[in-house]
């Protein structure tokens, strides 16, 4: 009869043993789980327009305000062109194809509304700077970056002349085969 008391009193034991564990792993769970929002979701506060036009005023330069001639003070948005561009190129010694993927870094939903109205005019002005290229040339990391640097001239010239404003930032090149 002692034998069945202690039995009990082992098995009560053991649930609680089990409870209290259970409940300690739940605590440390939602520990880890606050400490990585807490941790993550910290940043630098978000700078106002006018407060970025008040510090370019005074001299200062907000981190948002990558560059002063640059589109716009907003978000970063990419808007990506919807096909990749595919072209021949002539090199010096043998023509070689070439496949480019584009995105475009604009700043504000407005720029990124008014860059997907105008996919069409980009496109072909891209056309038209990509067909201005070498194989040569695009075999360098150099020559990739002009490229980079001259499509975005070009954008943005056709933007002033549509928009009045420069509506992309950067040109990005996502994708880049050559064979």
Do not use: C, W
Request: glycine content about 8%; hydrophobic content about 45%.
């Amino acid at each position: 009869m002692a034998d069945e008391n202690e039995l009990e009193l082992d098995n009560g034991g053991g649930k609680k043993k089990k409870m209290m564990l259970i409940i300690i792993i739940v605590v440390v769970l939602a520990a880890a789980g606050g400490g990585a929002f807490f941790f993550l979701s910290g940043g630098e506060p978000e700078v106002s327009e006018e407060e970025a036009a008040a510090a370019l005023d005074s001299g200062e330069a907000p981190a948002e305000v990558a560059d002063a001639g640059a589109a716009e003070v907003g978000s970063a948005l990419y808007v990506p062109m919807p096909r990749p561009f595919r072209f021949n190129v002539p090199g010096a010694s043998r023509d070689r194809f070439v496949e480019i993927r584009v995105q475009l870094l604009v700043r504000g939903a407005d720029n990124e509304e008014i860059a997907k109205k105008h996919v069409p005019l980009l496109e072909s002005t891209f056309l038209g700077v990509f067909s201005q290229a070498n194989a040569d040339d695009l075999a360098t990391s150099a020559g990739k970056t002009s490229l980079k640097q001259l499509s975005l001239t070009e954008v943005q010239k056709v933007m002033m002349d549509i928009e009045d404003k420069k509506v992309v930032e950067k040109v990005l090149f996502t994708g880049f085969v050559m064979q």
